[in-house]
């Protein structure tokens, strides 16, 4: 069973910043692609930022210039750093991971439970 939890949400001021952490734990061989998406409330969940296992990163143009995704192979975990935060980044914000289960050999999607996130003076 592959687990996906994030950490690092919570309150901040307009121009301030955040650090989102996702650490994947369970029967994993392998992870390929792990993201951000976002849903703010009545929206649908739209992607924030993807890296492959080889490093390369996409954004959406909404945070280009102020977040930054990585991620620490060995330790199955992708981060993601938010700066100059806007209100209109207040969001549930997702982790998923396009992953190898090592004892199913199956290929699937999974998902952390979400974080809030609030940017509000």
């Known amino acids: 069973q592959v687990q996906l939890v994030e950490s690092g949400g919570g309150l901040v001021q307009p121009g301030g910043s955040l650090r989102l952490s996702c650490a994947a734990s369970?029967?994993?061989?392998?992870?390929?692609?792990m993201d951000w998406y976002r849903q703010a409330p009545g929206k649908q969940r739209d992607l924030v930022a993807n890296?492959?296992?080889?490093?390369?990163?996409t954004y959406a143009d909404s945070v280009k210039g102020r977040f930054s995704i990585s991620r620490d192979n060995p330790k199955n975990t992708v981060y993601l750093q938010m700066n100059s935060l806007k209100p209109e980044d207040t969001a549930v914000y997702y982790c998923?991971?396009?992953?190898?289960?090592?004892?199913?050999?199956?290929?699937?999607?999974?998902w952390g439970q979400g974080i809030q996130v609030t940017v509000s003076s």
């Open positions: 890296i492959t296992s080889g490093g390369s990163t």
């Open positions: 998923h991971a396009d992953l190898r289960d090592r004892r199913s050999w199956r290929r699937d999607d999974y």
């Open positions: 369970g029967s994993i061989f392998t992870i390929y692609a």
